[in-house]
């Protein structure tokens, strides 16, 4: 292909660090938490289901803690020089878990079967032309215009390829497939026990050789962080991701004999914290509650005391660790008194509002507690409305709420994990993963839209920033905390945190040293 730009990656050259040492066999047993509502990661995207199905699933490409493309199911890539054309190469002879063959032609099928269930790959794909198959190895994605965060879209979670053969022609929702999900990935499903375990088993026709090292993976599924940490201090479960345990247990952990931890393996996703508000009725339609709700809030108070430490104050709707943030935004301290001033100037009539907090655990519920004492010092009367997982899904996805906690990723880039929070076009009801709040702002959809296509880094910041700049002035949503999640594992589980992506793909190169 002419005027095209050549950019591969070896396998083996990732691999050959430390090779010399790794042993196969164990079983590693980790704690998912909550329990994922499915592991259908086409269909599902929410933290959990990610980090299970991340090792059923693949995409095509991995990313490193530099936010650089890796090769996964793509072998090798070409990016023409105009951004107009990108070329993936597949690996040869990978097989789906059920034994069928993967081809390009899967590939194409994920693009349309991702339409209408991925808020994130919706987004990205927008910018598409055309995906085209010319023969069984060989995907070529043809551009509307240049869009320079593309590479970054297609790690499993943001494009997990699903297997045609399965899925093609039937109702996706429904289709009996879903709980006993098929990928390409190191590990196979074998069995899940509600609300005991999921139990994957290594893959032993995995396309690279010698991978994965462990036999067994068991995702232990524990309903309270007290008792999680217990089963990690007597030895029943050897990896404690991100926030498995509450905040206040994790100084204590690590300072066990034989435990390490790491903040690693977040760097693709710069978890980010807020309070949907409910933009469609209620108090929380009109800018000077929410402005009031922002005021009334002392984060600072939430990030010293209920998160210990472990996180930033965020500005807005950008995180500080990703590309293009900018702090030049309005600011909003905790400011009772402001607070009070907006809802006196609005005509609050004292209405209640019910918040919905995130059922992640008793650090979430403490959240909710934080908020309500905090919104009704300033007169703002809260009722709050918990429930399970299942529960939050379909409340959030069917906009029945006034507020309701989140966190969602930022993928590296605001055209990825940002944009679709905040634009019109992700308006759809049944997801919990897009513009839920319901904010519409035809100016800065337009800014955003100029922003994802701009080539020149200089004027893409000048978009962001006035982008931020408007949308802190609207308060959308409440911008709550910038959070770290350290993982904790036990020292002999080796390689635990290849990439930037973390656990949600990074336990083929794990190994247990015995």
């Known amino acids: 292909m002419k005027h095209l730009k050549m950019t591969t990656f070896l396998v083996a050259a990732m691999l050959a660090t430390g090779a010399a040492a ?98 994130r790959f919706r987004a990205a794909f927008s910018h598409v032309d055309s995906v085209e198959a010319p023969d ?56 899940w026990s509600k609300g005991s375990y999921i139990h994957l088993t290594k893959n032993e026709d995995y396309y690279i050789d010698g991978l994965p090292h462990i036999e067994d993976l068991y995702y232990r599924v524990v309903p309270d962080a007290a008792s999680r940490a217990v089963a990690f201090e007597t030895g029943e479960v050897s990896v404690l991701p991100g926030g498995a345990v509450e905040n206040w247990d994790v100084k204590r952990l690590t300072e066990m004999d034989g435990v390490c931890s790491t903040s690693k393996g977040w760097e693709f996703f710069a978890p980010h914290a807020w309070m949907w508000l409910n933009n469609r009725e209620g108090p929380t339609s009109d800018k000077r509650f929410r402005q009031a709700v922002m005021y009334a809030l002392d984060r600072e108070f939430v990030k010293d005391v209920v998160w210990n430490g472990f996180g930033t104050v965020p500005t807005g709707p950008v995180s500080s660790k990703t590309n293009f943030y900018t702090d030049d935004v309005p600011q909003y301290p905790h400011d009772p008194d402001k607070a009070k001033e907006l809802l006196a100037e609005m005509g609050y009539d004292g209405t209640p509002v019910r918040v919905l907090p995130l059922p992640y655990g008793e650090t979430w519920q403490r959240w909710a507690e934080a908020v309500k004492q905090n919104l009704e010092e300033v007169g703002i009367k809260v009722d709050i409305d918990s429930a399970d997982v299942a529960g939050w899904n379909e409340k959030t996805a069917n906009w029945d709420y006034d507020m309701a906690f989140t966190y969602l990723y930022q993928y590296g880039d605001p055209a990825l994990g940002v944009a679709r929070n905040y634009t019109a076009d992700q308006i759809k009801k049944g997801s919990p993963w897009n513009n839920v709040e319901g904010y519409e702002n035809p100016e800065l959809d337009k800014k955003w839209a100029a922003a994802a296509i701009e080539p020149d880094n200089a004027k893409r910041q000048e978009l962001y920033t006035e982008i931020q700049q408007q949308i802190v002035e609207d308060v959308p949503v409440a911008w709550l905390l910038e959070i770290e999640f350290p993982t904790i594992y036990r ?13 949600n793909d990074g336990l083929r190169d794990a190994w247990i040293e015995q």
């Open 22 to 119: 790794q042993q196969d066999g164990g079983r590693l047993d980790l704690i998912v938490q909550p329990e994922p509502p499915g592991l259908m990661l086409g269909l599902v995207q929410n933290g959990p289901t990610q980090m299970v199905a991340g090792q059923i699933y693949e995409g095509l490409l991995r990313y490193n803690t530099d936010l650089e493309p890796q090769p996964s199911l793509a072998k090798s890539w070409e990016i023409a020089e105009d951004g107009m054309t990108y070329t993936f190469h597949l690996n040869e002879g990978v097989t789906w878990h059920d034994g069928e063959p993967f081809s390009s032609a899967d590939v194409v099928f994920t693009t349309k079967f991702l339409q209408d269930n991925h808020a």
């Open 136 to 191: 069984a190895n060989t995907v070529v994605i043809k551009m509307k215009e240049p869009y320079g965060p593309f590479i970054n879209a297609f790690e499993a979670g943001s494009m997990p390829i699903v297997p045609a053969h399965i899925y093609e022609g039937t109702d996706y929702a429904t289709n009996e497939m879903n709980a006993t999900p098929i990928g390409t990935g190191p590990y196979k499903f074998v069995e």
């Open 491 to 503: 020292c002999n589980v080796k390689n635990l945190i290849t990439t930037g992506i973390g656990l």
